[in-house]
């Protein structure tokens, strides 16, 4: 079965440091990968996506993300935090079924910024 | 402009009675979804339409919730004798069309309590 799985519940950081927030699919081919971010009270906003090509994608925010078909992994990563990044971040694949087009969400890793 | 909108933003119900959450879509995307994301949990697919036709109907949870999209532009999700744990945020998003590689863009939700 088709599905995205995000290890870490949550991840605390201090400002500054470094961060990566893990994801891994499970699909028989390449989907499209995804990470959304949720402020608090707030929809989800796309950070970048992947389709094909360079398999390391720049997003907003100083955002990236590493796709790693070996390992079926979409990793995000910043170098250096802010107290801002501190939000709720999905993991998404959109992929093509018998039934059509589907998006699959993770549950989401929320990152929480320290000082 | 902007963005999805959605309303209203918070509504609290007893058990038994009926909701209807709103939202309306970005101006010309032929694509609208209905999540529901529960505490701690990632994005719940209910369904999603393509202009006003809604040929996945799947993740609906129970015949007690039901969906119509009107003129390819508002849509009404709608709750009939709510249980509380339908208690949740309906978060409605839109795309300019239907595809696995499609980005959607989020309205900020309507966190739905039924006491």
């Known amino acids: 079965a088709q599905s995205v799985t995000q290890p870490d519940i949550h991840i605390t950081v201090s400002e500054g440091a470094s961060l990566e927030l893990r994801c891994n699919y499970s699909?028989?081919?390449?989907?499209?990968l995804f990470w959304y971010v949720q402020s608090p009270g707030q929809g989800l906003q796309l950070l970048l996506k992947?389709?094909?090509?360079?398999?390391l994608v720049q997003g907003i925010k100083g955002f990236e993300a590493e796709f790693k078909r070996s390992q079926s992994s979409f990793n995000l990563r910043k170098p250096s935090v802010h107290w801002s990044d501190a939000a709720e971040y999905f993991c998404a694949v959109g992929l093509l079924n018998t039934g059509g087009f589907k998006t699959i969400f993770g549950a989401g890793t929320r990152l929480f910024v320290k000082a | 402009g902007a963005g999805v909108s959605q309303s209203p933003s918070n509504k609290v119900t007893e058990k038994g009675k009926d909701v209807e959450l709103r939202c309306d879509p970005i101006?010309?995307?032929?694509?609208l979804y209905w999540y529901r994301q529960s505490l701690g949990q990632g994005l719940e697919f209910l369904i999603y339409?393509?202009?006003?036709?809604?040929?996945?109907k799947s993740g609906l949870p129970s015949d007690r919730f039901s969906a119509e999209r009107t003129g390819g532009s508002v849509s009404t999700l709608t709750i009939q004798r709510t249980q509380q744990e339908d208690s949740a945020v309906y978060l409605c998003a839109s795309s300019l069309v239907r595809g696995a590689g499609e980005t959607q863009y989020f309205g900020p939700g309507t966190r739905l309590l039924v006491l």
């Open positions: 339409f393509q202009g006003n036709s809604a040929p996945d």
């Open positions: 101006s010309g995307h032929t694509a």
């Open positions: 699909y028989g081919a390449t989907p499209y």
């Open positions: 992947y389709f094909s090509g360079d398999t």
